[in-house]
């Protein structure tokens, strides 16, 4: 399987700013996603970010506040804008397609 | 849209005991089940999968049954040791690999 490599891998911010979190990949990928887990929680599908094009979200999340980029096969990025508190999660980037691997994840604290 | 459903949300079993953690699926357009397992602070690893064209599955120790009828999938441990202590994740897709939903998670704590 690919290797995923993610960072920061943890983060404490302030209220109202912004982070940007990185995903590299040691193959090219066809698919890649963005996922977030809060404390305790499962794992849900922010957006599936498209290489090339804008990153396809689902709903309940908008590309004002996670803008995504993917300029090519092995690397995306994934904004955290305006953070509040409940913004405070793992955020983790996967590859796919058909068998899902995940990065290493990113814990993000928002104060 | 796919809804997935897991139970039970913790476990306990004695170290040797089987474990058998189940799920339920809503879209019967979904073909591909995969389980994860999650360790404290840890990515979520892939275990082991199952593909709706095959009933069962099996990989020393763990093994995924899928019931396309009922919609639902299991998964077995059998001689639990204490490092099969995780939260586990099941999930389904369809189009092979796409629109992944995850189960709630099952918390499984092998007691030595």
């Known amino acids: 399987s690919a290797v995923i490599s993610q960072k920061p891998s943890r983060d404490i911010c302030q209220r109202g700013t912004s982070l940007t979190i990185q995903c590299q990949v040691d193959?090219?990928?066809?698919?890649m996603f963005w996922y977030r887990q809060q404390p305790g929680q499962s794992l849900t599908l922010i957006a599936t970010?498209?290489?090339?094009?804008?990153?396809?979200?689902e709903s309940g999340f908008v590309i004002d506040k996670f803008p995504i980029s993917r300029p090519n096969l092995t690397f995306s990025t994934l904004t955290v804008s305006n953070m509040s508190p409940e913004d405070s999660s793992i955020y983790l980037c996967?590859?796919?397609?058909?068998?899902?691997?995940f990065g290493s994840g990113t814990q993000l604290s928002v104060l | 849209g796919e809804n997935v459903e897991q139970h039970p949300s913790t476990l306990s079993v004695q170290e040797g005991d089987s474990a058998v953690i189940k799920c339920t699926y809503s879209?019967?357009?979904?073909?591909?089940f995969p389980w994860y397992k999650q360790e404290l602070g840890k990515r979520p690893q892939l275990i082991i999968d199952?593909?709706?064209?095959?009933g069962e599955k099996k990989d020393q120790r763990i093994a995924v049954t899928l019931n396309k009828t009922a919609k639902h999938f299991s998964l077995h441990i059998t001689e639990t040791q204490p490092e099969d202590s995780a939260v586990y994740f099941c999930?389904?897709?369809?189009?092979?690999?796409?629109?992944?939903?995850f189960g709630p998670g099952t918390r499984l704590s092998v007691l030595p």
């Open positions: 970010a498209n290489q090339g094009s804008e990153a396809t979200y």
């Open positions: 193959s090219q990928v066809t698919m």
């Open positions: 999930a389904a897709s369809n189009n092979y690999g796409q629109n992944f939903v």
């Open positions: 996967s590859v796919g397609p058909e068998k899902l691997f």
């Open positions: 879209d019967s357009a979904s073909n591909y």
């Open positions: 199952i593909r709706s064209n095959v």
